[in-house]
């Protein structure tokens, strides 16, 4: 059996067998957004990690080392906003090919620093080494969250109202332009590139969510919207409706799709890489939850459709038309 | 500036600026074996990680799938045993090339269960992707230690007697022997090639030096005895004396010298990789620390030098003659 065969998913079941041997203060193992550990008795420690590899998740020709360094930190930041987690300390580790420059290192030092600093978070230690060909960035971050806030996956109830805490599918389009060396010659574009390179990590966002009441499952848009609300439904055994007039498009994506002939649902459905939250709240705090968040972050928290008891998972169109969803995000080893 | 004229400590030193912004709770931050901060009044949370890159730390040609996991989760435990502490969680990260197969893969794991699961250990998440060409292993370890226990680089004082809790220089023997594709054909030659793949992490060794009175600073010999005291030497503010005929080596690097006409000491003084613990501990309380040492673990805690208040580092011979150390240990970055 190959790797391509089993793929991401199933090669992570394969390697999770036996690796909990001591579970008396373990909260959740591998398969969230983050692992979360009891440290005290009302807190838990999150703690989270991201490899990113040269070639594989960026190309360094088409991405500032400040951006690299940002985004590399995002990431991680998303997986603790994912769990209502306060992110605490990084970790930075890196492997450097012979051709990387010192000044570009620097920056990419810079990008991490400056989005840990708006986040209060400490850079504690890491690993720094050679590398033949590719620039390696790993980091990891521990974070805290009470107890009784944290958000799971597997925690979406029938009923609850699914919610995006921001616009998807603006990476994806983001990096469509990269891979295809198209000049953003618009603020339009300029924006979707910023939004693939320099992703914003809803940190504020999944407090706030943590701590309202009917708020039950999160995870953080980072393989697509139809992958990412596939893991919650699966892991909490239900099914999801989505309508697609409600799924949110920013006009710029609106206006790069009329510009390159894309379909701006199916975009928004099998991007990847926006990192806003998607949470499931209990039908009747949804509203007042909504109008508080608006009121907070001066943005919208969008209801796209709902936790269903049956584990169908569909999509329905204005005109009352459905057709299933097929879960299309990212899995790094299956043939495409 | 390149980063081979500024080396890997160099570079440390650049990043390490602006790291730290919430100082409060941090006991360690870059700049010891482990990350070390508050996590209750009289506890502290310790975090080290280590990057594994193919063909700079490794051959995979060279090395079982089992030796390699199980040498990955090693060298990280190796930091927490260096600051006396307990590992609790381990968090472990992969690149995969397409040409690694999935048994090699599951081999991996198996050395990480392995050895994880001698140390009641749990791997509680990381991250899996893909990757060009190389295969990377990113494990980070998070580790306890009570607050007054905890072992540091800078708490060396002078007349402190420099041990190691074992032999040393045999790992880079092994490494002879795979990058000059000699043929273990000997026991002893064995002995040394599982010295090099196989590293004993000597976390036991630390929790019971970290209880002792008087023992003050250690660090585990990664980069090389030279390179390792070294360091304590300098984040000390100290020098140290090292006694040629008591440094540790064992009858297999005898042999394995005479055979291949290397100077013991020399190999010993440079080796890395050993992961065994230098420790520094008070004059008065060393004989007694050995004598306990030797009857639990049934193995000597070599005495091998002393830390000197002058800022010297000095190898002294059975004649009596001296020789002024240079650490030779291992940079990854500076032209050799």
Known sequence: MSLKEIGEFGFIKKISRGCLIRPDTIVKAIGDDAAAFRSDPEQLTLMTTDLLVERIHFLRAAISGFDLGYKALAVNLSDIAAMGGTAREAFVSIAIPDDCQLDYLDDIYDGIKDLAAEFDINILGGDTTRSKIDLIINIVIQGIVPDKEILCRDAARPSDVICSTGFLGDSKAGLHLILNQIAADTQGLKSLLKAHNRPQPHLRE?????????????IDTSDGLSSDLGHIAQESQAGAR????????????????ARFDFDPVKYALSGGEDYTLLCTIAFEHAEEIAHDFEKKFKRTLFAIGEITADKQFTLIYPDGKTKPITPTGWDHFKAK
Chains 1, 2 share one sequence.
């Open 206 to 218: 999944g407090r706030f969510l943590a701590r309202q009441p009917g708020v039950h499952a999160a």
């Open 242 to 257: 989505l309508y697609a007039d409600k799924i949110p498009i920013s006009p710029n994506l609106k206006d790069f799709c």
